[in-house]
T-cell receptor, first 116, second 113 residues
């Protein structure tokens, strides 16, 4: 079955460490997105990518970095510059990127990151 | 820029109806609706593209008033399985066809037996 796989499910980070969250999809979707969700709040856009080797900053990109070397993969690195990284991180994809607005997002199951 | 959802929370008895609203201060191209169960990923319910468009999914339907820049989600004869947090995601006109969505803060729906 096609879908999006996020790993790990839970991640603990020490102060000053960089950590990378994995997002892999086998849906052949062009566009991929990273969102951050804090308790009781909505989803805020971190980064997005419409095609391979290209990505754009979202509303809260500071302290994060991404890469899109393959269509299937869109990893997110939470750097030490992100002062409050504890949150639930969701990766999503959509077919056709911005040219196909008729389709909804497919979300991964998320990674819960905690700073210890 | 974030769309505003109302109400923030609603509690229903099984079989009752509810309406969730999503309002934007910017011109909308499309509105998506998602439902998220606690600790899980959001699940896509429906997308509305044209002004006045209405779509349905099971006993859940939605409308899109392009002129007022708002959408409403209607849940009729609610079931226990409808419990969760509902989010609207908006795509703004002039966003350059990026496909990116800006989500509202969510409406928590609890259906009791």
């Amino acid at each position: 079955d096609g879908g999006i796989t996020q790993s790990p499910k839970y991640l603990f980070r020490k102060e000053g460490q960089n950590v990378t969250l994995s997002c892999e999809q086998n849906l052949n979707h062009d566009a991929m997105y990273w969102y951050r969700q804090d308790p009781g709040q909505g989803l805020r856009l971190i980064y997005y990518s419409q095609i391979v080797n290209d990505f754009q900053k979202g509303d809260i990109a500071e302290g994060y970095s991404v890469s899109r070397e393959k269509k299937e993969s869109f990893p997110l690195t939470v750097t030490s510059a992100q002062k409050n990284p504890t949150a639930f991180y969701l990766c999503a994809s959509r077919t056709g990127g911005g040219g196909s607005p008729r389709y909804g997002y497919t979300f991964g199951s998320g990674t819960r990151l905690t700073v210890v | 820029q974030q769309p505003v959802q109302s109400p923030q929370a609603v509690i229903l008895r099984e079989g009752e109806d509810a309406v969730i609203n999503c309002s934007s201060s910017k011109a909308l191209y499309s509105v998506h609706w998602y439902r998220q169960k606690h600790g899980e990923a959001p699940v896509f319910l429906m997308i509305l593209l044209k002004g006045g468009e209405q779509k349905g999914h099971e006993k859940i339907s939605a409308s899109f008033n392009e002129k007022k820049q708002q959408s409403s989600l209607y849940l009729t004869a609610s079931q226990l399985s409808y419990s969760g947090t509902y989010f609207c995601g908006t795509e703004y006109r002039g966003s350059g066809n990026t496909g990116k969505l800006i989500f509202g803060q969510g409406t928590t729906l609890q259906v009791k037996p």
